[in-house]
T-cell receptor
Framework: GAVVSQHPSWVICKSGTSVKIECRSL??????MFWYRQFPKQSLMLMAT?????????EQGVEKDKFLINHASLTLSTLTVTSAHPEDSSFYIC?????????????FGPGTRLTVL | LAKTTQPISMDSYEGQEVNITCSHN???????ITWYQQFPSQGPRFIIQ???TKVTNEVASLFIPADRKSSTLSLPRVSLSDTAVYYC?????????????FGTGTQLKVEL
């Protein structure tokens, strides 16, 4: 199946710094990528939909100025957590959508564990 | 987006068949039913997807009744490695930009 990678797999940063997380579709092109956040023992929460070449669409309650998303190419989307604070500590997961065939399918990355001290 | 309801947790033993049922009373005509598996600190993994009746692949079967208001994921002969959270999702399978709404999921625990 299609492979999606994330980098880094984990990151620890100080409060107030910015952190960039990369999401890559390795063997397919993805016009649409999604970013999720997952707190311990909770479900995934969709943060935003990222479309190549256009602005991301954010879910209600997600600050677009804090979570900057750039979908620069058909294989790369980045999420930058700006001025991170301890409450931003979470597991961030991206997915990339394949098109074609009878149904579309989302392939998920392995996730990035962010810890803000 | 149709909301889904599934049991919070289930316990089973190795070698048994496990059936996890999901309710989606408000499913729309264009909606597909998709199940994902998630291990701790990993991204979800696609298991199976269907629209109606029965779908089977190498790891699971998906049973969908005629009214499509529920679906059942069937895992044959589970092993310890099947211990994970299983999510049932409903949404359009076509058209691109298909947002997925994850519910609470079902924590399956398989014991010896």
């Amino acid at each position: 199946g299609a492979v999606v990678s994330q980098h880094p797999s984990w990151v620890i940063c100080k409060s107030g710094t910015s952190v960039k997380i990369e999401c890559r579709s390795l063997d397919f092109q993805a016009t649409t990528m999604f970013w999720y956040r997952q707190f311990p023992k909770q479900s995934l929460m969709l943060m935003a939909t990222s479309n190549e070449g256009s602005k991301a669409t954010y879910e209600q309650g997600v600050e677009k100025d804090k979570f900057l998303i750039n979908h620069a190419s058909l294989t790369l989307s980045t999420l930058t957590v700006t001025s991170a604070h301890p409450e931003d500590s979470s597991f961030y997961i991206c997915s990339a959508e394949t098109l074609g065939g009878p149904v579309n399918e989302q392939f998920f990355g392995p996730g990035t564990r962010l810890t803000v001290l | 987006l149709a909301k889904t309801t599934q049991p919070i947790s289930m316990d089973s033993y190795e070698g048994q068949e496990v059936n996890i049922t999901c309710s989606h009373n408000n499913i729309a005509t264009n909606d597909y039913i998709t199940w994902y598996q998630q291990f701790p600190s990993q991204g979800p993994r696609f298991i199976i997807q269907g629209y109606k009746t029965k779908v089977t692949n190498e790891v699971a079967s998906l049973f969908i009744p005629a009214d499509r208001k529920s679906s059942t994921l069937s895992l044959p002969r589970v092993s310890l490695s099947d211990t994970a959270v299983y999510y049932c999702l409903v949404g359009e399978g076509r058209g691109g930009g298909n947002k997925l709404t994850f519910g609470t999921g079902t924590q399956l625990k398989v014991e010896l």
